[in-house]
């Protein structure tokens, strides 16, 4: 280079280090300075005017590359998170946090859309301070994003506050100002071809400045880059959410139908276990043993009465007839097993015919599987209690028979009458009481079907005789009385009438079976007399005329001393004396109510009790004498015989 070019290259050296430095365009122009105060010729300070813009240039354009080498970075970088997806929320707050840092902006956020509320809300912010604006939620149309999201196209302002492009908000508005906000830029997150014309837009990336700013082209064109990777982003999120909800339910079928599929092999299993038992002649207590064990959990078998048969595995306790019933009834109404108190229970069911109920106990949380395996259980306790019912009947004719036999001819054939009994697994010759049951003509045959089920499973035999129902049951050692009482109330919940029964007994043998048998008739009959209709009791419940009903008691001598005058009387003249006074004494002596009893004048009843009094003497009406024809009236309507009943009534 010449001489005179030799003052000017000091200044250009610095330039250079300038450059190297990236220093401020003052520092280049103060060189410029510099040189004019440093006695330069016009020539050299023109030629050092052009190597300093050159230098700006050249400077301006080393940034832009260095920019564009930070935006490409943070592209790619932003690229990776994607490529690594695994947390939604950590790609999206780097793409605003780096849409903060490229821009330069004081704040950026991203909003979506929520569908369910119908407006937007914020996803993601950086560098916000007001809690006011990070709640901030933007119905549609409303505000910048609101342009934004309609059009699906960048929009800026550099004032916010006074821009009237969109519609302003108080909500909005105050967010904005107590953020501080002043400069906005926001660009769609666009979905399909990436315009605006035929893209989906899912939200809105926002940079924004807390002062006066203008938004150069190339900024947009960043935050749209940007904006683009996080349509991605969410689009890729949603994808694999649905994928993962996809498999999930894929996940959540297949194990069903395994389970499924392994009930139904249970079910099949159970099936054949339960068939096979039947097949093979098992009893009511191994087909609940096998389902016990099926199940895992302790089976009760009651009868219909809800008195336990069969207890597997567990030792009942007391039970509430009336709860037990209730859900028996419930689950004969639904055809299902039902819970109650922790515990399933099944009505056994031929058809409409109850025949027990079998309760699982332990095992509230039974599926649908074990369920319907306690239901088929008891379906196959149905059958077998069905098809021992059948045997039952059968052999309880044949045993019906050998007890007409006994009570009708009981001295024939006295051991031929124990052996036909042993045959039949009854001992004659062991205490046996005897009990006969009414429950009036209509209901008969429901209280021979209903005494049948009572005892079925006891070794005990009953059979219809002389108009009543006849039970031969062996001797446990309870009085007569209390197994009466027992018998009626249950007969009577059987078939729904009242039932009147009475007891004998305990008595051994044909001659003595039989005897007993005519004592229970007796008190059977006084029962009704006595207006104790579906009562039970034995003689001894009756007091004084219990032991006259009782074996060994002439009461027809006891009726005909008593009575006997005033019987002949009516027999031979055909009057009614024994009526009238059984009327008198009815009606505590009262003339009045007697004489309307009998449908007769007042005088004639005085008349008539004159003819009593002549007949068996003055002392008739005393307390003792009274007692005793009061006492033998009532053995004559038992008895059922006399001049009475001969008699014409009114």
């Not at 330069?104 to 956020?109: E, F």
């Not at 821009?163 to 769609?188: C, K, M, S, W, Y």
């Not at 087909?287 to 009760?300: C, Q, R």
């Not at 027809?556 to 009575?563: E, G, P, R």
């Amino acid at each position: 280079m010449p001489d005179e070019t030799e003052p000017v290259a000091p200044y250009l050296h610095r330039l250079l280090n300038l450059l190297a430095q990236d220093a401020s365009a003052d520092a280049f122009k103060a060189v410029a300075d510099e040189a004019r105060g440093g006695g330069l010729r016009p020539r050299e300070l023109a030629e050092l005017d052009e190597a300093t813009t050159t230098a700006l240039r050249v400077r301006t354009v080393l940034r832009q590359h260095r920019r564009r080498e930070m935006e490409l970075t943070a592209l790619f970088e932003t690229a990776g998170d994607l490529a690594a997806l695994r947390d939604l929320d950590a790609v999206l707050h780097s793409i605003v946090r780096r849409a903060r840092l490229l821009l330069g902006t004081d704040t950026a956020y991203l909003t979506l859309p929520d569908e369910d509320a119908g407006d937007t809300y914020m996803r993601v912010t950086d560098g916000s301070v007001s809690p006011l604006f990070q709640q901030l939620r933007l119905s549609f149309g409303d505000g910048l994003g609101g342009l934004v999201a309609q059009t699906g196209r960048p929009y800026a302002t550099s004032d916010y506050r006074s821009d009237q492009r969109f519609h302003h908000t108080t909500g909005i508005d105050n967010g904005v100002l107590d953020e501080g906000l002043t400069a906005i830029l926001g660009v769609p997150l666009l979905l399909g071809s990436g315009t605006g014309e035929h893209g989906k837009v899912i939200g809105v990336l926002f940079a924004a400045d807390r002062g006066t700013r203008t938004f150069a082209p190339d900024a947009v064109a960043l935050l749209c880059s940007l904006a683009a990777h996080a349509a991605i982003a969410i689009d890729t999120a949603r994808a694999l959410s649905d994928t993962r909800a996809a498999l999930d339910e894929l996940a959540r079928a297949n194990t069903l139908i395994q389970e499924h599929s392994a009930a139904i092999q249970r079910a099949e299993q159970a099936h054949d276990r339960l068939t096979d038992l039947v097949l093979l002649g098992a009893d009511v207590p191994q087909v609940a043993a096998a389902a016990a064990e099926l199940l895992h959990a302790p089976i009760t078998l009651n009868d219909p009465l809800g008195r336990p048969l069969t207890a597997v595995h567990h030792r009942p306790g007391p039970v509430d007839p009336a709860t037990l019933a209730r859900a028996v009834e419930d689950s004969r109404a639904r055809g299902r097993a039902v819970l109650r108190d922790g515990s399933w229970i099944c009505a056994v069911l031929a058809g409409q015919e109850l025949l027990g109920s079998l309760v699982l106990h332990g095992r509230p949380g039974l599926d649908d599987a074990d369920r319907r395996l306690f239901e088929r259980a008891a379906v196959v306790t149905a059958l077998l209690l069905l098809l021992r019912h059948s045997v039952a009947e059968t052999e309880n004719r044949i045993r019906g028979e050998l007890l007409t036999d006994l009570l009708t001819e009981p001295g024939r054939d006295p051991s031929g009458l124990n052996e036909r009994g042993r045959r039949l697994g009854i001992a004659l010759d062991r205490p046996q009481l005897v009990l006969a049951a009414d429950a009036g003509p209509a209901a008969r045959e429901a209280l021979t079907r209903a005494c049948t089920q009572y005892l079925f499973g006891t070794g005990s035999i009953s059979a219809e005789h002389a108009g009543t129902v006849v039970l031969l049951q062996p001797d446990d050692g309870s009085a007569p009385g209390m197994t009466a009482r027992q018998a009626a109330d249950q007969l009577s919940q059987l078939i729904g009438v009242p039932v009147t029964v009475a007891a004998a007994g305990p008595a051994a043998g044909p001659a003595a079976l039989a005897r007993a048998h005519a004592e229970a008739a007796r008190c059977l009959r006084a029962l009704h007399i006595l207006g104790r209709t579906g009562d039970g009791a034995g003689a001894h419940d009756l007091g004084f005329l219990g032991v006259l009903l009782g074996e060994g008691h002439d009461v027809d001598a006891f009726v005909d001393s008593t009575l006997g005058p005033l019987l002949e009387y009516d027999a031979r003249r055909g009057t009614m004396l024994v009526r009238t006074l059984r009327a008198y004494f009815d009606r505590a002596g009262s003339l009045t109510q007697a004489k309307e009893e009998l449908h007769v004048h007042v005088n004639t009843v005085v008349q008539r009790l004159d003819r009593i009094q002549t007949l068996l003497g003055p002392d008739w009406n005393h307390p003792q004498r009274a007692l005793e024809l009061q006492l033998a009236l009532r053995l004559l309507l038992i008895r059922g015989t006399g001049a009475e009943q001969r008699s014409p009534e009114p």
